[in-house]
C-alpha cells in the first residue's frame, strides 16, 4: 500500500524535524544561559571575568550586613562566606524573609571590576533550620563541615575555625 | 492506641497490596474465574485499611498526640485545625501515606466500578495497581514510617512552618496527588493490554476517562500551586521553572499528549502501540518527579530532608516499576497492530502533529530539570539551568501548538481540506492580527505575540462552537437548544482550548507587569502604572497565631481614593520566622499587588508595589481547563461502566 508509506514518511519528516528543533534549541540555550554555582573559594581560585553571571553561595557572615536607603530605594551590602574566603555582595532591592546573617543564601549575579559581587537575585528560599544543598557542598570542600558528625557550627565562627590538613 | 491501629492497618494494606498483584497478574492465566474475583476484594479492602491508616494519623494530629514522632515534629496544638489536618501531608512520611491511600482509592474505583470490565483486564489492572502501591506501601512501613513513637513525648511540637499555613496549601497536595496518582490506572491498563496483547476502541473508552480526571487533578493542582506561590511568597512570580513545578508540568504535558491520542484510538483504532506508550510515560514521569524532588535527589524549595537509604529504595522502585514497564513494551508493542488508515492531512494527523510537538516540550524540560544532576553527579560541577533556558527552548516550541490547535479541532476525521477550516477563522486571525499591531505599535514584542497567540486559540474555539450552533443563521432560541445538544466530550475539549488560551493571554499580559521596589515615610506616596501609591501609616495588630504588622496604603487615580491595600508582616514566635503576607486587588483583569517587606531603621516601610495585568487569567484559564475536562467527562458516552453494558461480562476470557 502507498497512502501508509507516504504517511508514514511525512510522520518521520516531522518528528526528525520536530527533534533536531528541539535539539538545537537546547543546545543555543545551554550556551547561553547555563549559569554555575561558585562558592567565594572557588570565586578567588577561578576569578571569573566581570559581567560573567554565576550563582554565589554562601553564608552571610554575621555583623558584615548593611542596608543603606538611597534615593528610596534600599541597597544592602554585606560578605558571603564559606569559612574559606568572603566576597563582598552588594544587593538592591528587597531581601527574602528567611535572609538574614548566618543564613545560607544563593546570590545570582556578576563580579564587578572592583572585585565585588553585584547580585541581581538574592535567594533564601530555604526553612530556617535547613541548608541550601550547594552551600552544604561547598561547606564541605572547604572542609568546615561533616553532616555525619551532626548539625554544622554556628556560622559566625568559621572565619576564625582551625581546620585540619587545611592552609588556606 | 490509635496510632499502633494505624500502623497495624498499614502492615495490613501491604500483604493485602502483594496479595493483589499477585492474584491480579497470575490469576488471569489460570483460567479460574473464583480467583479472578478476589482481585477486586482485596482492592477495595486495601483501600479501607489504608483509609484507617490514614485516619489514624490524621486523628493523631487533630488531637495533638505529640507521642507520634511525626505529629510531633511537624504540628501544634496551638495552629488552627485545618492546619492540624494538613500538616499530617506536609512532610515526607504522611504525604507517602497519602500517595498510597489515593493510589488505593483509585483502584478502589476500578474494582467497584469494572463490573463492566472483561473479567481478565480487570483483573490484570488491579494486579498492576496493586504491585506499585506494594511497593510504595512497603516503603512507607519500613524506611519512611509515619506512626514512629517517640517517648517521653514533648510538650509542645515543633509546628506547622508558617509558610505552609494557607489554605492554598492545604488543598493543593492532595489534589495534585490525586491528578499524579490518577495516571497509575491509565499505567494499569497499558500494562494490562501489554500483557493481554490486545488494544481496542473499548480499552480506549476505559483509558481516557481516567486520563481525564488525572488530567483535571493535575490541572487544578497545578494551577493551585502556582497561584499560591503567587500570594503567598510575595514575588509576584506565578512560575519559577524549579524542578519540582517541571516535575509536575512534565505529567501534564504527556498526559495532556495522552489524552489527545487516546481519542484516535477511540474513534479511528490508530496510534494504538504510541498510546500506551505515552501512558507509560505519563505516569513514569508523575513516579519520577515526585519521588526525585522528594528524596532530595533534585534539589528544590519543596524537598523534604529525606536519609539517604529513602532514597535508594525509592530509586530501586523507580527502575522496576519504569524499567520494568518499558521492557514489557519493548518486546510486546509490535503486536498492537493499528487498523485505522488517514491521510496526512486530518484530525488524525493533527493530533499526530500535537503528539510530536508536546513531546518535544517535554523532551526539552526534561533534558533541562535532568542535566544539573547529572552533569553534578558525573563531573562534580555544579550548575543551574534556569528560567531563561526554559523560556527560550519551551516558547518556540509552543508557538506551532498554539497556531495548529486552532485549526486541528476543525479538521474532520481520516481526509481534510485545509481551505474550509481556514475560511472559517479568518474573524479570529483577523482579530488577533489586530491585537498583535496595537500592542507591537507601543513595542513589547514577546507581550503582543502571546496575545496574539491567546487571543487567536480563545476566538477560533468560539467560533467553532458558534458555527456548531449556527449562531446568527438561526432563531437564537434554536442556537441554545443546539448547544444543550452538543456532544459534551467536543464542549469540553473546546472548554479545554479556551482555558488554555486564556491562561495564554495572561502569562503574556503578565510581561507588562510593571513593578517598583521603594523605601516609604509615612505620607509620602509614588506614582506606579498609572496610580498614585500612598503610604498612610504603619500599625501593630494581633492573629491567631502571630503578631503582625500592617502598612495601610492608599491608591488614587486623578486625585481619587479608591482602595486602600493593607500587606503585612507577621511574626510566628513559635519558630521565630516572619513572613510577608502580600496584599492583592483584583478587578479580574489586572491585580494591583503590594508588598511590605521590612521596616528600616530610619522609619517608614520598605515595599514591593507592582501592577499585573491579565495575571488572573492565568489561574482562570487553568480552572477553564479543568472544568472543560469535567465537562467532558460527564460525556454519556464515556461515562464509566457505559460503553461496556452492551457486552456481557467475561466474554473474553
Given at each position: ?13 516531522v ?21 554555575y ?8 581560585l ?30 544592602t ?50 526553612g ?9 557542598q ?18 559566625d ?12 | ?29 489460570l ?6 474475583r ?207 513545578e ?29 498510546t ?35 532514597g ?29 488508515i ?63 490547535m ?30 498583535f ?24 474555539a468560539l ?18 437548544a ?88 507577621r ?30 531603621k530610619?522609619?517608614?516601610?520598605e515595599?514591593?508595589?507592582s501592577r ?42
Amino acid at each position: 500500500m502507498r497512502a501508509p508509506k507516504k504517511r508514514r514518511l511525512i510522520l518521520l519528516l516531522v518528528c526528525g524535524l520536530c527533534l533536531s528543533a528541539a535539539t538545537g534549541l537546547t543546545l543555543a540555550a545551554f550556551s547561553s544561559s547555563l549559569t554555575y554555582f561558585l562558592s567565594p573559594r572557588e570565586v578567588l581560585l577561578k576569578n571569573p571575568a566581570p559581567g560573567v553571571s554565576f550563582r554565589l553561595g554562601g553564608i552571610v557572615q554575621v555583623g558584615s550586613v548593611n542596608t543603606v536607603i538611597t534615593d528610596r530605594m534600599p541597597t544592602t551590602t554585606f560578605r558571603l562566606t564559606d569559612g574559606q574566603a568572603s566576597i563582598p555582595v552588594t544587593y538592591t532591592g528587597l531581601l527574602p524573609d528567611l535572609f538574614r546573617e548566618g543564613q545560607g543564601i544563593v546570590a545570582i549575579g556578576a563580579m564587578t571590576p572592583t572585585g565585588g559581587f553585584a547580585a541581581q537575585e538574592v535567594l533564601a528560599k530555604h526553612g530556617s533550620t535547613y541548608m541550601p544543598k550547594d552551600v552544604e557542598q561547598a561547606l564541605q570542600k572547604a572542609g568546615k563541615w561533616n553532616p555525619k558528625y551532626g548539625p554544622p557550627p554556628p556560622a559566625d565562627t568559621w572565619n576564625t575555625m582551625q581546620v585540619k590538613g587545611s592552609n588556606s | 492506641m490509635i496510632p499502633e491501629l494505624g500502623h497495624f492497618a498499614l502492615a495490613l494494606a501491604v500483604a493485602m497490596a502483594f496479595a493483589q498483584g499477585v492474584i491480579g497478574i497470575f490469576a488471569p492465566g489460570l483460567r479460574d474465574a473464583r480467583t479472578m474475583r478476589a482481585a477486586p476484594a482485596l482492592a477495595i479492602s486495601q483501600f479501607l485499611a489504608i483509609g484507617a491508616s490514614f485516619l489514624a494519623l490524621i486523628w493523631s494530629g487533630v488531637v495533638s498526640d505529640f507521642t507520634v514522632k511525626n505529629v510531633a515534629d511537624f504540628s501544634s496544638s496551638r495552629v488552627p485545625l485545618l492546619y492540624r489536618i494538613s500538616g499530617t501531608w506536609g512532610n515526607h512520611d504522611g504525604s507517602m501515606l497519602l500517595w498510597c491511600f489515593i493510589l488505593s482509592l483509585c483502584g478502589g474505583t476500578v474494582a467497584a466500578f469494572g463490573g463492566g470490565l472483561p473479567a481478565s483486564l480487570r483483573a490484570r489492572v488491579l494486579g498492576v495497581l496493586g504491585l506499585i502501591s506494594g511497593g510504595f506501601l512497603l516503603f512507607t512501613l519500613t524506611v519512611s514510617d509515619p506512626f514512629v513513637r517517640l517517648w517521653p513525648p514533648p510538650l509542645q511540637g515543633a509546628g506547622v512552618n508558617p509558610i505552609l499555613q494557607d489554605p492554598g496549601l492545604a488543598f493543593h497536595p492532595p489534589v495534585l496527588y490525586t491528578g499524579y496518582v490518577g495516571f497509575s490506572v491509565a499505567f494499569a491498563f497499558a500494562i494490562a493490554a501489554l500483557i493481554e496483547g490486545r488494544v481496542d476502541a473499548a480499552w480506549g473508552r476505559w483509558v481516557r476517562p481516567w486520563a481525564l480526571l488525572s488530567w483535571c487533578f493535575l490541572t487544578a493542582g497545578i494551577s493551585l500551586g502556582s497561584w499560591w506561590s503567587y500570594y503567598t511568597l510575595g514575588w509576584g512570580g506565578y512560575w519559577f521553572w524549579d524542578p519540582v513545578e517541571n516535575a509536575a508540568l512534565l505529567p501534564w504535558i504527556t498526559g495532556t499528549a495522552l489524552l489527545h491520542c487516546a481519542t484516535v484510538v477511540e474513534k479511528r483504532e490508530a496510534l494504538k502501540a504510541w498510546t500506551v506508550l505515552l501512558a507509560i510515560a505519563t505516569f513514569s514521569l508523575s513516579l519520577s518527579g515526585t519521588f526525585l524532588v522528594r528524596s532530595g535527589i533534585l534539589n528544590s524549595v519543596h524537598s523534604f530532608a529525606a536519609a539517604p537509604n529513602q532514597g535508594l529504595f525509592i530509586l530501586g522502585l523507580l527502575v522496576i516499576t519504569i524499567g520494568g514497564s518499558l521492557l514489557l513494551f519493548a518486546v510486546r508493542a509490535p503486536a498492537l497492530a493499528a487498523n485505522g488508515i488517514y491521510a496526512p492531512l486530518s484530525r488524525e494527523s493533527a493530533l499526530v502533529l500535537n503528539n510530536v510537538f508536546l513531546c518535544a516540550i517535554a523532551a526539552v524540560v526534561f533534558t533541562g530539570t535532568m542535566y544539573p544532576p547529572f552533569v553534578d553527579l558525573l563531573f562534580g560541577i555544579q550548575l543551574s539551568v534556569g528560567a531563561p533556558f526554559f523560556n527560550q527552548t519551551v516558547l518556540p516550541l509552543a508557538a506551532p501548538i498554539i497556531l495548529a490547535m486552532a485549526v486541528g479541532p476543525l479538521l474532520p476525521w481520516k481526509r481534510a481540506a485545509l481551505g474550509p477550516a481556514l475560511a472559517q477563522l479568518w474573524l479570529a486571525f483577523g482579530v488577533a492580527l489586530l491585537v498583535f499591531l496595537v500592542v507591537a505599535a507601543n513595542r513589547h514584542i514577546i507581550a503582543a505575540l502571546g496575545l496574539m497567540g491567546g487571543t487567536w486559540v480563545v476566538l477560533s474555539a468560539l467560533t467553532d462552537i458558534a458555527q456548531r450552533v449556527r449562531l446568527f443563521r438561526v432563531s437564537p432560541r434554536s442556537s441554545g437548544a443546539r448547544f444543550m445538544l452538543l456532544p459534551r466530550a467536543a464542549l469540553g475539549a473546546t472548554l479545554g482550548h479556551i482555558g488554555f488560551g486564556v491562561t495564554v493571554l495572561g502569562i503574556a499580559g503578565m510581561t507588562l507587569a510593571t513593578q517598583q521596589v521603594i523605601v516609604l515615610k509615612p505620607g509620602q506616596s509614588t506614582q506606579l502604572g498609572g496610580y498614585t501609591w500612598t503610604l498612610d501609616g504603619v500599625h501593630s495588630a494581633p492573629g491567631p497565631n502571630y503578631t503582625q504588622r500592617v502598612a495601610d496604603i492608599t491608591l488614587s487615580e486623578h486625585g481619587h481614593n479608591f482602595l486602600t491595600l493593607h500587606p503585612s508582616r507577621r511574626f510566628f514566635a513559635a519558630q521565630g520566622v516572619v513572613t510577608n503576607d502580600a496584599a492583592i486587588h483584583t478587578n479580574g483583569f489586572q491585580d494591583l499587588y503590594a508588598v511590605f517587606a521590612d521596616e528600616p531603621k530610619s522609619g517608614g516601610a520598605e515595599l514591593r508595589l507592582s501592577r499585573h495585568p491579565l495575571a488572573p487569567e492565568i489561574w482562570f484559564g487553568g480552572l477553564i481547563m479543568a472544568f472543560g475536562g469535567a465537562v467532558s467527562l460527564s460525556d454519556r458516552r464515556l461515562r464509566v461502566g457505559a460503553p461496556a453494558r452492551k457486552k456481557p461480562a467475561g466474554a473474553v476470557a
